[in-house]
């Protein structure tokens, strides 16, 4: 394949004593403010549209991916001022619209439809937030997948937009005063007009907007301008008494506590928990307590109560104990606890009573994820979201008083699931370590180690890999592949101990992991190396461009998406600054030589024979700015020795991943099947496509 020529400048850094080259510097000028880095983009994206459309399957896959997307879909509700506020798609939407019904066997009414706000599809309602009366509905917009955040109120009665506006929030929610007159929020200063998508994001502050005055006015509730790198997060108590201030300086979940008393006019903010040493999430409030789920004592989580008045921590009071589970979150609904826990990745929940009791639990339909539960005293009820590799969202009412579970809203997708199988296994890591592996695919697969398969992993940031649908894994187990996830360490999938073992010092561990379950992929006679592809995204695309290279000849397709893939500047741009909790810095003379040996951009070995790799990113992502993809690729398809295709594919007014269009999303997995389809060299099952080359749900 011939690719564009990218020019190799001399750039290089000495480094804690170590020369390091940088040929590739240059890409990292933001694309809509250098006209050399656009150029670059536009001949890789000619390269790639150009193999990728000469894919002739391909377009059968786009139109497979149409025509299951294409169901209604839910999200779970809100219940404020005695109506339900809940998400919708009716399938083939850009982005969901928010709906909203006056009890639970009235018509939904359409409030909001945010595909009218622009004519590509690409501003979204990251968030929204329905004040406690629910008059106003607040929401945050995200404008072609930016962390950017711009928020808008609308009038439930009328629905329409009140004239208020507020600009450059990042990293917030918003959380509604009890008097529904106004919401806190945070913000940062605004960046330079060439700043925007690349410089680092300092001098976070919370704010308080009162519906109807401008922006101008909004008045700071609290700042820390001696600490720049920290960030704020806004909560009010159950019982509507208290602001709650979180307080955070990066990715881990190790928080100071900031405590106001909304009905004392003349209180201000003083610290309720200092020290940035462990995880506080606020479950509730009862009487003179508040509820905190924390791994204080207690690395996979424990419930305990803090009362204001006495706040020293011999006064902590727990309520439930650590386990072997990881607690991953409380609430409080109609003086019950709602309790979730994680087990070996998968979703266990119980009820308790305020003093910690247990009463019983609720039964889920199979290995799955459920997320929800959220409620107040004065509910009845709470809601929860169930779903599983093989079996799509359903939305479920739990009766608190009864603990009976009711369907809300079922989806109905073409599909039958007793043609899945999902089993879960354990793989031998290199230091003995067992990870756990879902592996998913159609029952009538052969375990002759043939089958084209997809290895999926993350690896990162205390996150956990939970089975959970998708319509793209679903179209690929249709087309005869195999579906594993890896829950590898680095991960929340045991709590904080399994999370610290996958970062600095440690983060060998990841790969290793990863690279065990490829292993056992093979030796299981799921696949073989010319058949395996590994995928991941963001922390996951390092993870793919990591075992790349190390271990080049495991896989024979790799599919890195928004990838931190240079080790050594990730902390220079945007948000990178907050990921040393995981990773390290590159300033530090211990972690350096650490960073340096495993950074996917500068171990690339030229001369080597790599998988195919198809790199994915795009140009308004700033979280992971696209100058990681970027360079990885400039310098992977100057190594590459042998025939397999290094493409990159970089999006057009899209991000990260949040709020990308649904249209943008359909053709991304048909680009994605069908360059596996070509690279790990298969063919589409008969039950897929029909004589005429269109889509067949036979045998669904």
């Known amino acids: 394949m011939k690719y564009p020529a990218t020019l190799k400048c001399d750039q290089t850094d000495f480094l804690h004593g170590t020369r390091v080259a940088d040929p590739y510097r240059w890409l990292e000028g933001d694309v809509r403010e250098h006209a050399d880095v656009a150029k670059w983009v536009q001949e890789q994206n000619e390269l790639s549209d150009s193999y990728l459309q000469g894919i002739a399957e391909r377009e059968t896959i786009a139109n497979r991916l149409r025509a299951l997307w294409n169901y209604p879909r839910y999200g779970l509700p809100v219940k404020k001022g005695g109506r339900y506020f809940f998400e919708y798609n009716t399938g083939l939407l850009n982005q969901n619209q928010i709906h909203v019904q006056d009890d639970l066997h009235s018509d939904p009414v359409l409030l909001l439809d945010p595909n009218t706000l622009s004519e590509d599809g690409t501003i979204a309602v990251a968030s929204w937030y329905p004040s406690p009366d629910g008059r106003y509905l607040a929401v945050l917009l995200q404008d072609g997948g930016t ?320 089975p959970e649908f998708s319509i793209a894994r679903l179209v690929w187990m249709e087309m005869g592949g195999v579906w594993a996830v890896a829950n590898i360490r680095g991960g929340g999938e045991y709590g904080e101990d399994w999370h610290k073992a996958g970062t600095g010092l440690q983060k060998q561990n990841v790969f290793d992991d990863f690279i065990a379950a490829a292993e056992a992929l093979i030796d299981l006679k799921y696949t073989s190396p010319d058949k395996l592809a590994v995928f991941g995204g963001s922390n996951g695309g390092l993870l793919v461009g990591a075992v790349t290279n190390q271990r080049p000849e495991l896989f024979a397709a790799a599919m890195p998406a928004v990838g931190v893939m240079d080790m050594l500047r990730f902390h220079h741009f945007t948000a990178g600054r907050f990921w040393v909790d995981d990773y390290g810095s590159p300033d530090d003379p211990e972690m350096f030589p650490v960073l340096l040996r495993y950074s996917p951009y500068h171990n690339l070995r030229p001369g080597t024979d790599y998988p195919a790799v198809l790199i994915t990113t795009a140009d308004t992502d700033d979280r992971v700015v696209p100058a990681h993809s970027f360079k990885y690729a400039a310098a992977l398809q100057a190594a590459q020795a042998g025939d397999k295709p290094i493409l990159i594919r970089v999006e057009t007014r899209a991000g990260h991943g949040a709020g990308t269009p649904t249209d943008k999303v359909i053709a991304e997995y048909a680009d994605r099947w069908g360059f596996l389809l070509r690279v790990l060299d298969f063919r589409l099952p008969e039950q897929f496509v029909t004589a005429d080359g269109d889509s067949a749900t036979a045998g669904l």
């Open 147 to 466: 962390d950017w955040r711009m928020a808008r109120i609308l009038d439930t009665r009328c629905g329409e937009f009140l004239d208020d506006t507020l600009h450059w929030l990042k990293f917030t929610g918003l959380a509604w005063h009890p008097a529904g007159r106004g919401f806190y929020y945070s913000r940062y200063p605004a960046p330079g007009s060439s700043e925007t998508f690349q410089s680092l994001n300092t001098n976070h502050a919370l704010y308080f907007h009162a519906v109807g005055e401008p922006q101008e006015q909004d008045r700071c509730i609290y700042s820390r301008p001696d600490h720049p790198d920290w960030g704020y997060a806004a909560e009010v108590s159950d019982d509507e008494r208290y602001l709650l201030i979180t307080v955070w300086k990066g990715t881990d979940s190790r928080f100071q506590l900031v405590l106001q008393d909304l009905k004392d006019p003349s209180s201000q903010p003083t610290m309720l928990v200092e020290g940035f040493e462990h995880d506080f999430s606020l479950a509730g409030s009862r009487g003179s307590e508040l509820f905190f789920r924390t791994t204080f004592k207690a690395p996979r989580g424990r419930l305990i109560a803090i009362d204001p008045n006495r706040p020293d921590r011999s006064e902590w009071r727990e309520v439930i104990a650590e386990t072997s589970n990881v607690l991953t979150a409380v609430s409080c609904v109609a003086d019950k606890l709602v309790v979730q826990y994680m087990q070996d990745a998968r979703s266990l929940v119980s009820i308790h009573e305020l003093n910690g009791g247990f009463v019983s639990n609720i039964e889920l339909p199979g290995i799955g994820s459920a997320v929800g539960f959220a409620g107040d005293a004065e509910a009845t009820e709470t809601f929860y979201s169930y779903s599983s590799f093989a079996t799509p969202a359903t939305v479920f009412r739990f009766d608190v008083g009864s603990r009976r579970s009711s369907v809300f809203k079922r989806p109905s997708v073409d599909f039958d699931s007793d043609d899945y199988v999902v089993q879960q296994r354990f793989v031998t890591s290199a230091d003995g370590t067992q990870v756990p592996m879902f592996v998913a695919h159609r029952k009538d697969t052969e375990l002759d180690g043939a089958n084209p398969t997809v290895l999926y992993g993350y690896g990162g940031f205390n996150i956990a890999v939970t």
